[in-house]
């Protein structure tokens, strides 16, 4: 692992391409001192996992509900067969409090996500000037990156 990573390369692939596929090795290490430089550069950073994701959009950017886990027997009455909808904030809102700084949401487990998951990272990329939106892919021997469009047509097109 080299001990200067400056981040630079990264950071112009990041504002050229807004949405990033990254490969990194398994010991770790590289997120970190990514993040480090990204937040130098003035970026708000918000890391987490891509597990358990279900619609990106709606998930990490909007209110919405979800039901709570069924606990056994319950009452039969309005609520009892499915439990009542409790709204819940978007997981990424704490990214949006600023509106003049640029963002960068750092999603780890990447591999878990569908084609049409990824296609919504890059759309949501699109439609919001300074969101930008890293997903780790899976291991590698050595860094590497690559735009988001570019892995999907590698990995799902063929």
């Not at 692992?1 to 990254?22: E, Q, R, V, Y």
């Not at 708000?44 to 919405?64: C, M, N, Q, W, Y």
Request: glycine share 8%; aromatic share 6%; hydrophobic share 35%.
């Amino acid at each position: 692992m080299p001990l200067l990573l400056s981040g630079k390369k990264f950071h112009n692939d990041l504002k050229t391409n807004k949405c990033l596929a990254i490969f990194a090795p398994l010991e770790g290490g590289y997120e970190t001192r990514l993040l480090r430089r990204m937040r130098a550069k003035g970026f708000k950073t918000f890391i987490t996992s891509a597990r358990g994701l279900g619609d990106p959009e709606v998930f990490l950017l909007k209110l919405h509900g979800v039901r709570p886990p069924h606990l056994g027997h319950q009452s039969v009455g309005r609520n009892g067969a499915l439990g009542e909808v409790q709204q819940v904030i978007p997981q990424a809102s704490e990214l949006f409090n600023e509106n003049d700084k640029n963002k960068l949401l750092w999603l780890l487990e990447g591999q878990v996500l569908s084609q049409s998951e990824l296609e919504s990272l890059i759309e949501i990329c699109t439609n919001d000037n300074k969101l930008t939106i890293v997903v780790e892919m899976g291991g590698s021997r050595k860094l590497e990156w690559k735009p988001l469009s570019n892995y999907i047509l590698d990995e799902f097109e063929s």
